[in-house]
Each structure stands twice: as C-alpha cells, then as structure tokens.
C-alpha cells in the first residue's frame, strides 16, 4: 500500500516526463510479466491509480495493458480485471454512446 501511495504522490506531482515513465515501466515489468502475481499486481495498481491519474492519461497508457489482460489465462488476474472494469471505472467516462450506462 505504501508504494501506491509514494507512486500516487509522484504522478500528482505533475511532471510528465516522470509520470511516462513510472507508467510505462508499470506496463513493462507488470503487465508483460510472465508472472501472475504481477499481472494481477498491475491490475490492483489500475484500480488505485485511477484516483490520481487523470482519466485520459489512464485511458492512453494503462487502460491498453489492462484489456490484454481480460483475455489473462491465469482466473485471478482476469477476476482482478473485472473488478477494475466493473467497479473502479466510471461509467459516464467510459460508457458506449450506443449503450444505455
């Protein structure tokens, strides 16, 4: 939890060069891992991020590797996935103009 926090602060710092690189080293080393408690480690950083990390900047950077990751074949990552999906994102943000949210 503590991570999250020290992660959460430095993004709300606002410097944006850091932030793309805290971000694509989340999806590298946890996202792409060949270890599922990483994958699933990423999923549960998603669903905390999206409190500090403006919604676009998930959209653009995070929310790619969590969608590869539904299709996860270990259960509790993909059950991880859904809870962010689910849950944690806002629905009036992320909801199908097609769709009734």
């Given at each position: 939890?503590?991570?999250?926090?020290?992660?959460?602060?430095?993004?709300?710092?606002?410097?944006?060069?850091?932030?793309?690189?805290?971000?694509?080293?989340?999806?590298?080393?946890?996202?792409?891992s060949t270890h599922w408690s990483r994958r699933q480690t990423f999923g549960i950083l998603c669903s905390v991020l999206l409190t500090s990390?403006?919604?676009?900047?998930?959209?653009?950077?995070?929310l790619p590797h969590l969608l590869e990751l539904v299709k996860d074949r270990v259960p509790n990552v993909r059950l991880q996935v859904a809870r962010v999906l689910g849950q944690d994102l806002?629905?009036?943000?992320?909801?199908?103009?097609n769709l009734a949210c």
């Open positions: 939890i503590s991570a999250t926090v020290v992660l959460s602060n430095m993004i709300l710092a606002e410097d944006t060069i850091l932030t793309q690189y805290l971000l694509n080293q989340l999806a590298e080393k946890l996202a792409e990390l403006h919604y676009t900047k998930f959209s653009q950077d995070l806002p629905d009036e943000l992320y909801c199908d103009e």
